[in-house]
């Protein structure tokens, strides 16, 4: 996974390339000139901006979760659907340009901020439905299967239970099949007799047995049926519910086949739905940052708008020297904020710093992250 760094800093490409070195790929990150209204509607717009960067991340989060699942934990065909406008994510970051058909820059940021929040909403909505349908065929393929494949417990027993066994159409007496465990067998012949009234003598016969149950059909009257399927529950034996149904193998068959192709095909719509996910989430989140970017240099740095807005694109061991060379290179745009100590590593001034972020009206860079002197957006995809 890369770890990419957004910066803005009223620099050049290249003296941004000179700092960076080797810890990192620099390329332009475009950004249009927005239309910029009064110092009260910056601030609330970086604050919306921070809160949707947010709900951005989680989304993308979410759904890079949901490829994996649908590929049973394969990182690697996950990986391959990452596309965002027919590009790789990555592709797509380092040649980002603002989408200006579906964002027109010519729009004040407040309404480019709702835009982007509405679509984001539409996406996850889209997303998550259906997910929850694919869950929900998913769940019912996999009880079907567990009917075909499990023990004597809980598997179907209609391909199991011959009718001839079983009293029909009495008035007065009812067919109860018990799966036992194993290893109760013995409690069970020498006792269910004896469990309630009216059970009848001898009437256990044994229909089927796997690993960890024996099947058994036993006979009582129908008055005191309900007593004696309890008596067997107290006992760690399990009732098992079955009725007769003439063709219900045949119908259990197709049944199992039926719901296998249905599960195959929302999976497809699945992984159609989660691909554009990723596309849009990733797009939107893109929008986001280049917004936040704009937002806070100009409150940043002011007017005119004189900032180079760049990428970084590095990875989790060389990001903390990409910010020590920053912070090296720019830390004099902090002013009192940020200095250096004898050895000349860079300090904080906490009192100059919360002057310097209430002069500016920011408040940093979101919850969890650490001030800096110059605009900057760590994250990862």
Known sequence: MSKYVLISLPSTLDSLKATIADNGTVVPFTIPSFKIGTLDALVQQADDLAKLDSACQALVAKVGDSLRTLYDGDDQKAAEQKIVNDKPTDQYLRSFTWNTVRYRADKPVGELVSGLQKDLV???????????????????????????????????LTPIIDPAVLVQDSEYLETHLIAVPTNLRKDFVKSYETLAERVVPRSAVELAHDDEFVLYAVTTFKKNGAEFQQKCREQKWTPRQYKYVEGGKEEEKRELERVAREEKKVWGEALRMVHTGWSESVMIWAHVMALRVFVESVLRYGLPLEFVPALVQTNSKLVKKVKTALDSAYSYLGGNAVGRDKRGKITKDDAALTSEMAAAGVGGHGEGNEYTAYVYYEFEL
């Open 122 to 156: 539409t996406i996850d909505n889209d997303v998550k439905g259906k997910l929850n349908q694919y869950s929900q065929v998913k769940t019912n393929l996999t009880t079907l299967q567990r009917k075909q494949t499990g023990n004597l417990s809980t598997k179907s």
